[in-house]
């Protein structure tokens, strides 16, 4: 990671996030500055979250491996207060979705710069099967929404500063970057698209025997439970009705929650 003060004529690598012993060393995964303090600056890798007050010269592991969210991929800052931060990712990191075909991904909050952290999950289901893989924050004059998207295909969001979601979809192709969305694919399926990106045999194979493995027609693992963004066997169907929201702009107006 590296940082210009001075328009791009010299970097600097900012590092002390970072220890050389590390499983995954300098995975970074996103930076968030504070519009009105660039010396406070949130970051997101592969072994959990940091803080630096400082522009960098120190960091503070603010969410570590083995948390809730040992694997966070996404932050944001509520625009409407600049205090409240939003991070998203899953407690499992992706040797673990191999291995045991789930991510159980979910959204923590804090409003005290990282020193606490709410997990604001109404309306998902529990656990979240597939990784949180894209996450995006749109603002209009008096209101706020965050929109997910996942490696097995759902699509969820929230125009209430979290504090519900609702499933938009529950069966598009799966969004994921790289091999994310492999985990939760058939054993078929998931062979066929490791042969053709070329892994070997038995590279990052999961555990095909997991008694939690259900796969469906559809190619993408499902839970016994029915409900978006759970696993369920057979078919996939999408399992949410239709409410107005009256909140959300334009096409938002209609969303579906799970149930």
């Known amino acids: 990671m590296l940082k210009t003060t001075d328009d791009g004529a010299s970097w600097t690598e900012l590092d002390a996030y970072a220890d050389p012993s590390d499983d995954l060393w300098h995975e970074v995964h996103r930076l968030l500055i504070h519009p009105d303090d660039p010396d406070l600056m949130y970051l997101a890798t592969g072994l959990g979250s940091y803080r630096t007050r400082d522009g960098g010269k120190r960091f503070d592991n603010v969410h570590h491996r083995g948390g809730r969210m040992g694997y966070p991929e996404f932050l944001f800052l509520d625009s409407t207060d600049h205090a409240t931060t939003l991070m998203g990712g899953s407690r499992l990191n992706p040797t673990e979705w191999f291995r045991d075909g789930i991510a159980d991904s979910t959204i ?3 409003r005290d710069q990282g020193n606490s952290w709410t997990e604001p999950n109404a309306g998902f ?3 979240v099967i597939g990784a949180f893989e ?3 924050l749109h603002l209009w004059y008096g209101g706020m929404m965050l929109v997910i998207g996942t490696a097995t295909g759902e699509g969820w969001a929230t ?6 979601w609702v499933c938009l979809e529950d069966h598009v192709p799966p969004v994921s970057k790289e091999d994310h969305h492999l985990p939760f694919m058939s054993d078929e399926d998931r062979a066929a698209a490791m042969a053709e990106r070329g892994y070997r045999d038995g590279l990052l194979s999961p555990a095909v025997n997991s008694p939690a493995r259900h796969p469906s027609p559809s190619g993408r693992w499902r839970p016994t439970r029915t409900g978006c963004g759970s696993r369920r066997t057979g078919p996939a169907q999408t399992r949410c009705r239709t409410r107005p929201t009256g909140n959300w702009p334009g096409s938002y107006r ?4 799970c149930g």
């Open 159 to 164: 125009d209430d500063n979290c504090r519900s």
């Open 125 to 127: 289901p529990n656990p």
């Open 108 to 110: 923590l909050q804090s």
């Open 134 to 136: 894209a996450m995006s």
């Open 254 to 257: 209609s969303a579906r929650r």
